[in-house]
C-alpha cells in the first residue's frame, strides 16, 4: 500500500524553465491538496481539488497551474521557474464526501526544489 | 480569507518539561486537525477534533477544541527526545473544502 507518491524527490532548475510534478495516491481520495513549506512559513496552500475534473486556488497560486484529470493524480506545474519557487513541495490527499470538510490527509515524502 | 494562527514559533525543553501550543482560527472552524512532522520528514496527522469543548488524549498529549470551535491547543506531559519535531494544526478553510494550515510550533529537547 503506497498511500502518496511524489514524484521526483529532488530536482535543480533553471530560472525560466519548466516542469511538472506528479502526485499519485491509491487510496481512491476525492480531496487532493499541493503545499510549499518554506522555512519559518509552515504549510501554505497553492492549489487543491476535491474532485476529478475540478480544481481551486489556495492561498499562493500564482506561478502554479495544477490538473486532475485522473481521480488517482494530481500534477502541479511550473510554467517559467523563478527562484522565488524554491522550496519544499508537498502533495496530500484526504477522503471526504464532496463539499464536507475534509478528513485526515496523508503526506507523500515532499519533492525538494531549487531553481537557479 | 481564513487564517490559522500558532504560537509560540519555536519552544525548546529540557526532557521531562511540559510543553504546549496554541492555535487560533479568524473563523468558526467546523473541526481542527494536528499534525506532526519529523525534522526531514513529512507531516503526519495525530488526531481531530469535532465537538466544542472536546478534550482528547494520546498518552502524554492532550488536545482541546475551544468553546467557541476558535482555538485549540495540545500540551505533552514529560517531553521526550522523541517528541521532537514540528506540530502543526490545520482547519477546513474556503468553503470548507480546504485544509489550511498555521505556521508550526517546533520543539527541541535536550537531554
Known amino acids: 500500500n503506497a498511500g502518496v507518491t511524489q514524484t521526483p524527490k529532488f530536482r535543480v532548475l533553471k530560472t525560466g524553465q519548466s516542469m511538472t510534478l506528479l502526485c499519485a495516491q491509491d487510496?481512491?481520495?476525492?480531496?487532493m491538496y499541493w503545499y510549499r513549506q518554506d522555512p519559518g512559513m509552515g504549510l501554505r496552500l497553492i492549489h487543491y481539488?476535491?474532485?476529478?475534473?475540478?480544481?481551486a486556488k489556495g492561498e499562493v497560486p500564482d506561478g502554479y497551474n495544477v490538473s486532475r484529470l485522473k481521480k488517482q493524480n494530481f500534477l502541479l506545474g511550473l510554467e517559467s521557474a523563478a527562484p522565488s519557487q524554491t522550496s519544499v513541495y508537498f502533495c496530500?490527499?484526504?477522503?471526504?464526501?464532496?463539499?464536507?470538510?475534509?478528513?485526515?490527509?496523508?503526506f507523500g515524502q515532499g519533492t525538494r526544489l531549487t531553481v537557479v | 480569507g481564513q487564517q490559522v494562527m500558532q504560537i509560540p514559533q519555536y519552544q525548546h525543553v529540557q526532557e521531562g518539561e511540559d510543553f504546549t501550543t496554541y492555535c487560533n482560527s479568524s473563523?468558526?472552524?467546523?473541526?481542527i486537525q494536528w499534525y506532526k512532522q519529523r525534522p526531514g520528514g513529512h507531516p503526519v496527522f495525530l488526531i481531530q477534533?469535532?465537538?466544542?469543548?472536546e478534550v482528547k488524549k494520546q498518552k502524554r498529549l492532550t488536545f482541546q477544541f475551544g468553546e467557541a470551535k476558535k482555538n485549540s491547543s495540545l500540551h505533552i506531559t514529560a517531553t521526550q527526545t522523541t517528541d521532537v519535531g514540528t506540530y502543526f494544526c490545520?482547519?477546513?478553510?474556503?468553503?470548507?473544502?480546504?485544509?489550511?494550515f498555521g505556521k508550526g510550533t517546533t520543539l527541541s529537547v535536550s537531554s
Open positions: 496530500a490527499s484526504s477522503s471526504a464526501r464532496t463539499g464536507w470538510a475534509p478528513r485526515e490527509a496523508f
Open positions: 490545520a482547519g477546513p478553510g474556503q468553503a470548507g473544502t480546504a485544509l489550511i
Open positions: 477534533l469535532v465537538k466544542s469543548g
Open positions: 481539488s476535491v474532485g476529478e475534473g475540478t480544481t
Open positions: 487510496m481512491n481520495h476525492e480531496y
Open positions: 473563523t468558526t472552524l467546523s473541526n
